[in-house]
């Protein structure tokens, strides 16, 4: 089942003088099972929706349900959907408390009344997801590691908890490309093998066009497009007007149509546009 928001406002300092719509009409759709991106400029309001994905605000008006269920103040209404629904804000690693990363990891387990067999099973194959090595790293401090180790901790802590939709907020803002490939590729891997759902609000329209199936696209509190990546990046003068910038790729490929090369190549990631472009080099007798 989905998570849906319908016709769905939220306005700060309701009946205020400053009062004003972070959203506003809200419609959209994300699937079980897949990898939707939430992209929009700054302030377009991207935190506040995944904040309403889990009952850390609640809408103005209109309704979200998560697997049916309609969210609301009720704490079992609300302690159902927080099973389901983990958020990993930007830089997690501001808010690690505890003295070992089992610890760190382990937290939410216990408050959701886990045995200690859970718990030692929970925490050892979320690391082994996040590809940190429980033999190595259960009893380290957090605050040893780097930032890309300290961010697969926070990941591991949501994983840990089993919730089926994975809500991350630039989940590899300050890391450098290796690690940002790295968190966001066992991501995927973990999408594939237990069909988690993974929602990620990103500035970096590269790594969208590279992992995201679908994109939720904001614009000043409202839904600009929604549907394909790939579609998406293929309309330049949409990116233009909702602020965004294209992928590399894409900027690439129609560099290279603009030359008038008439190579045919795959924009919609990196890597495929990257495999169209060896392919055509070995047809073509290139070495």
């Given at each position: 089942m989905p998570i849906e928001?319908?016709?769905v406002d939220y306005v700060y300092d309701s009946g205020e003088p400053f009062e004003y719509f972070a959203l506003r009409g809200i419609n959209v759709r994300i699937d079980e099972g897949s990898f939707v991106g939430i992209v929009g400029r700054t302030g377009s309001g991207k935190s506040t929706l995944v904040e309403h994905l889990n009952g850390l605000l609640f809408s103005s008006h209109g309704e979200v349900l998560v697997d049916?269920?309609?969210?609301?103040?009720?704490?079992?209404?609300?302690?159902?959907?927080?099973?389901?629904?983990?958020?990993?804000?930007?830089y997690p690693e501001d808010q690690f408390f505890a003295e070992?990363?089992?610890?760190?990891?382990?937290?939410?387990?216990?408050?959701y009344g886990f045995s200690k067999e859970q718990i030692d099973t929970s925490v050892q194959k979320a690391m082994t997801i996040v590809g940190l090595d429980p033999g190595r790293f259960?009893?380290?401090s957090p605050f040893q590691l780097s930032g890309g180790e300290q961010r697969r901790v926070a990941i591991a802590s949501v994983i840990a908890m089993g919730q089926k939709y994975i809500v991350l907020d630039e989940p590899t803002a300050g890391l450098d490309s290796g690690s940002k490939l790295t968190v966001l590729g066992e991501l995927e891997s973990l999408r594939q093998s237990s069909n988690v759902t993974v929602i990620l609000v990103s500035h970096n329209m590269d790594e969208v066009a590279e992992f995201c199936e679908r994109v939720i696209v904001l614009d000043?509190?409202?839904?600009?497009?929604?549907?394909s990546t790939e579609e998406f990046f293929r309309s330049a003068d949409l990116v233009n007007r909702?602020?965004?910038?294209?992928?590399?790729?894409?900027?690439?490929?129609?560099?290279l149509k603009d030359s008038g090369c008439t190579l045919p190549v795959d924009e919609s990631s990196s890597d495929r546009f990257l495999d169209s472009l060896h392919s055509w080099l070995a047809d073509s007798g290139v070495r």
């Open positions: 928001l319908k016709n049916g269920l309609t969210l609301s103040r009720d704490r079992k209404v609300l302690s159902s959907v927080r099973r389901k629904v983990g958020i990993v804000f930007q070992t990363i089992f610890e760190e990891i382990a937290f939410g387990c216990r408050n259960l009893s380290l000043e509190g409202s839904v600009a497009f929604q549907g909702t602020g965004l910038e294209l992928p590399q790729s894409y900027r690439l490929a129609r560099a």
